[in-house]
């Protein structure tokens, strides 16, 4: 038995997210399905986490064990060839039998994009939250900063299944900024993990205070241990990628 790790880009919009779901379209499934046929077998996939309904990745982490002896650059392209056109497999290698893509991982980062134009191209739509509303975008990007540093985030995390689990909700965040590329504003963020919705929540508190709804205290306040503000507004997820898992 061998264990392979391959990266994997993926357009979010026709699936309900990572996570593998009975009769629903996912990444998780899809990969599943795929890779049995290959093995002809099933085959259990594990990714570095879980992105949400109507999130894209550029380079989501995934692991499996195989028996098939193919030659790793063959097996990419196999997957590829029976995979649909919006899922694609970047690399495959082999690693190390106890790899695991979501315990190992030393940092990630998202990015969540607005486009702030009135008219919002239609190859554009689906891979941006369109708001050509006012904004104070010069608040926002001074706000950005203050998510950095190891904080409880149970303010900027949506309810989980495993919140019975007493898990923690601390988490570090490394880098936090927002700036302009054109017609885009671009929120970029690296940290250790992150949290059920926790990124478009902090995009949805950004936005509420470049609309002049929230002042810096009160987002300091959500990163106190304890707060009991619910969590929200949640920015929608087709402006949210996955872009990179790091590893030692």
């Keep these: 038995m061998r264990r392979v790790k391959i990266t994997v880009s993926y357009d979010g919009t026709n699936y309900h997210g990572w996570q593998i779901q009975p009769d629903l379209p996912t990444i998780q499934g899809t990969l599943e399905e795929v890779l049995s046929r290959i093995e002809e077998s099933p085959v259990h996939v594990t990714g570095s986490g879980r992105t949400d309904a109507g999130v894209h990745a550029l380079a989501q982490v995934a692991a499996f064990d195989l028996e098939n002896p193919i030659p790793c650059d063959n097996l990419r392209r196999a997957i590829n060839r029976l995979l649909p056109p919006d899922i694609r497999v970047l690399s495959a290698e082999d690693t190390a039998p106890d790899f695991h893509p979501r315990y190992d991982a030393m940092a990630k980062t998202y990015e969540y994009r607005i486009w702030r134009a009135e008219v919002c191209p239609p190859f554009e739509c689906l891979y941006v939250h369109h708001h050509p509303y006012p904004l104070d975008e010069d608040r926002m990007t001074a706000m950005a900063p203050l998510i950095c ?61 470049g609309k002049g709804n929230l002042e810096r205290a009160d987002l300091e306040a959500r990163l106190n241990p304890g707060c009991r503000i619910p969590p929200g507004p949640a920015a929608p997820a087709r402006g949210l990628f996955l872009l990179s898992v790091e590893y030692n």
Excluded: P, Q
């Design 149 to 209: 540093g190891e904080h409880d985030f149970s303010a900027f995390a949506a309810a989980d299944e495993k919140d019975e689990l007493g898990r923690s909700k601390v988490r570090t965040v490394f880098s936090s900024c927002l700036l302009r590329s054109g017609d885009r504003l671009i929120y970029r963020v690296r940290g250790s993990g992150f949290l059920k919705h926790m990124v478009r929540n902090i995009v949805g508190v950004l936005l509420e205070a």
